[in-house]
Nanobody
Framework: VQLVESGGGSVQAGGSLKLSCTYS????????MGWFRQAPGQERAAVAA????????YVADSVKGRFTISQDNAKNTVNLQTNSLKPEDTAMYYC???????????????????WGQGTQVTVS
């Protein structure tokens, strides 16, 4: 399974970015995909998660109402729409994927097996 993030960049506070995670390889067993972020000196934190079969989504309280996660099956992407960005949203954003082999909280990074390299979001 390969995950490649894109869409990061630098924006002013109040702006928006659409992050995309393109997945490839043997992905038929993947049941959950998530977005996490990590700022310098801080632990990796959950942003949102999406169950591929049921389309059930989870969003962290810190971004609820501003960020939305969705899947585009035609493009093999899981997207994170980020709106009303704040300076505290500045971080490296990572896409992750997992299968039912690992159970647990979809907003817990330990649930995930596969990770992308990340895309930087900077809000000033």
């Amino acid at each position: 399974v390969q995950l490649v993030e894109s869409g990061g960049g630098s924006v002013q506070a109040g702006g928006s970015l659409k992050l995309s995670c393109t997945y490839s390889g043997y992905t038929s067993f993947i049941d959950c995909m998530g977005w996490f972020r990590q700022a310098p000196g801080q632990e990796r934190a959950a942003v949102a998660a999406h169950y591929t079969g049921t389309a059930t989504t989870y969003v962290a309280d810190s971004v609820k109402g501003r960020f939305t996660i969705s899947q585009d099956n035609a493009k093999n992407t899981v997207n994170l729409q980020t709106n009303s960005l704040k300076p505290e949203d500045t971080a490296m954003y990572y896409c992750a994927a997992t299968s039912p082999v690992k159970l647990g909280d979809p907003l817990n990074s330990r649930r995930y097996t596969y990770w992308g390299q990340g895309t930087q979001v900077t809000v000033s």
